[in-house]
């Protein structure tokens, strides 16, 4: 029954709609185009490296105090700029986490890595429907009868409209598109890919996804293959499709270089220079300046451009690879895929296994146990309690790892934090306070990573050591310890370094500043919140650590009020102490780097005077 004060509301919104037009029309959300370089590092772009990125940035905004939230991977980060959330209430808490139960599309792993359509599927499923347990801004576009589509690498593509798998409504290409594990194309978008003779599968990576071994150099080639699809699939189908439809639009394209190729780059096998600054990464760099050309370009025959706001981003930034130790009981031992004194694989889990005498599971490889000088399959591990009840897990990521401690007992959170204290390899570490205050250490509610996330809570998230190879520019040339199956030279992010913290940012479009150099910090979670602003979208929160719109960019927005400072943990063993320096707009905060003085690039290397001690 429509009741008399449905009518009264009715009648209310007429008036209102009429006065709002009598005043000032109201006006159609400008289309956006949200471009991820992934992996791309602020200060590696210029006219050579990267021309359009660098013309965005110098035309439009710079955003140069750019953050990428910590973990610094891709999935976490996709999940911030999906949902204008921090990481503790997306629960994305990394690329590869305990998930608390087995999940059937990861080999019934207790540790997927996300970066799967199949596994997405699976946590969503398991966690109510959807894990991020927040609305992503293409959620929130296409309810509106916007158009939107998600292309590029698989697992950040489906993460911002996760929910949608049928194919429908938000277009999603990506790595599995046209197999059984892939999210389904449209019959209207597969006829159009048919008529201008575009495969209805995506190729795969080809030479681009070898990683070489001990002995072989990984890929020489940019993934430019597979991107030249995606980039032909978002120029002569998506958006002419769009501008048909003549609705506005959000397109997300999300390109696997430089990350891929900086991660495999065949150019400095067990040699930390030129490590990710070789030409291979150079030419990766490269491939994606050129993919967004393209988009630029069609936005411009399309005749969209001027009403197209661009934003351009990378979801973190990237580091060369070191597997060196003194301290980790696993350089002493021989394995086959390490070199001698070298870390292996899963350092972390062996180190934490042998410290605590409890047998180490492997989750990834049918929950065997890891004999004498073996590892385990990706670097997870269930240490000690067994399969249905592990007492403590370590989910493997690379610049940093996870540690869980699903029963939360006191005493072994206290055995953990005192092994890994001791050892050269860490620069940080941040403990549930449910567990407890430690000497050394801060709480994971410090770097937010504790708020409404309905995955299982880490324990523990443990940063490990960074330093630079003196080049002049220490984020340029930053080498980080990394748990990861590739070698010494090869490529890596996940730490709090400023190296991997600071991402490339820019914006331009009819809704932004020209010209404009912005000193205030922003971060990932604050782009969720700026193009939701732009698509006029209202984002239903349920937890509270969210980003802020970057009004500051817009035209007549004011610089806002910036204050900074810098964290410290009581001293632990050998005077230890985590030191966080950051940044904050209002409630927001942005994280610079964290670490053990003298082991992280880009901390503040003493306690500067008036510092916060808590
Ligand atoms: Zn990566």
Redesign the pocket.
């Known amino acids: 029954m429509r009741s008399p004060l449905f009518l009264a509301t009715a009648v209310l919104q007429t008036v209102l709609g009429t006065a709002a037009f009598a005043q000032a029309p109201a006006a159609q959300p400008h289309n956006v185009v949200l471009f991820i370089a992934?992996?791309l590092r602020f200060r590696m772009v210029d006219d050579r490296t990267a021309p359009t990125m660098a013309s965005i940035a110098r035309e439009g905004v710079s955003l140069r105090n750019s953050h990428a939230l910590f973990p610094t991977?891709?999935t976490a980060n996709a999940s911030g700029m999906a949902t204008g959330h921090m990481l503790g209430d997306t629960g994305d808490f990394s690329?590869t986490i305990y998930a608390g139960f087995q999940v059937p599309g990861a080999g019934n792993t207790l540790t997927p890595f996300l970066e799967s359509d199949v596994v997405l599927g699976d946590v969503d499923e398991h966690f109510s429907g959807n894990y991020l347990d927040e609305t992503t801004i293409l959620k929130l576009a296409r309810d509106k009868g916007y158009s939107t589509a998600s292309i590029g690498k698989i697992g950040p593509a489906l993460i911002f409209d996760p929910t949608e798998r049928s194919g429908e409504q938000t277009v999603l290409v990506d790595d599995a598109t046209g197999t059984p594990k892939g999210i389904p194309l449209s019959a209207d978008v597969t006829a159009r890919l048919q008529a201008v003779s575009l495969p209805v599968a995506a190729p795969t990576r080809g030479a681009n996804g070898n990683p070489g071994n001990l002995s072989k150099p990984g890929t020489l080639s940019p993934n430019a293959s597979q991107q030249d699809y995606f980039a032909a699939v978002a120029t002569r189908v998506v958006l002419p499709m769009f501008k048909e439809r003549n609705k506005p639009f959000v397109l997300v394209f999300w390109s696997r270089d430089p990350?891929?190729t900086?991660?495999n780059q065949g150019d400095s096998l067990n040699t930390l220079v030129p490590g990710i600054n070789g030409p291979t990464s150079l030419a990766a760099i490269r491939n994606a300046d050129d993919d967004l050309a393209r988009l630029r370009s069609a936005l411009n025959e399309l005749g969209l451009l001027d009403t197209t706001d661009i934003i351009a981003t990378s979801d973190?930034g990237?580091s060369t690879i070191s597997k060196e130790s003194q301290t980790s009981s696993t350089v002493k031992t021989k394995f086959t895929d390490a070199l001698p004194g070298h870390l292996p694989l899963g350092f972390v889990a062996l180190d934490l296994a042998h410290a605590l005498g409890m047998p180490l599971i492997d989750p990834d490889d049918g929950y065997k146990t890891i004999a004498d000088g073996e590892h385990t399959k990706n670097g997870n591990g269930l240490i000690g309690g067994g399969r249905e009840k592990p007492t403590v897990v370590v989910a493997a990521n690379?610049g940093s790892d996870l540690i869980y401690i699903p029963d939360g007992d006191k005493a072994i959170a206290k055995r953990v934090v005192e092994t890994l204290l001791a050892q050269d390899y860490v620069s940080g570490l941040f403990v549930d306070s449910k567990l407890g205050k430690f000497p050394g250490t801060l709480s994971l509610d410090d770097i937010a990573l504790e708020g409404s996330a309905i995955t299982p809570h880490p324990a523990i998230a443990v940063n490990f050591r960074s330093f630079d190879t003196v080049c002049g520019e220490p984020v340029r040339c930053t080498v980080e310890v990394a748990d990861t199956v590739l070698q010494q030279g090869q490529?890596?992010?996940?730490s709090f370094s400023r190296a991997d913290t600071w991402n490339f940012m820019a914006l331009q479009g009819p809704d932004f500043k020209s010209q404009f150099v912005d000193p205030a910090p922003a971060s990932n979670a604050d782009l969720g919140r700026t193009v939701a602003q732009l698509m006029h979208l209202e984002i239903p929160d349920k937890g509270e650590l969210i980003g802020r719109v970057l009004s500051e960019a817009m035209p007549g927005g004011a610089t806002p009020e910036v204050a900074s400072r810098v964290v410290t943990s009581d001293p632990g063993p050998n005077g230890l102490m985590t030191v966080l320096d950051m940044q904050t707009v209002g409630a927001t905060r942005y994280f610079d780097a964290a670490g053990f003085p003298g082991r992280t690039v880009g901390l503040s290397t003493a306690v500067m005077p008036g510092a916060t001690t808590q």
């Open positions: 992934d992996g991977f891709t690329n990350d891929g900086q991660h973190h990237f690379g490529g890596m992010h996940g």
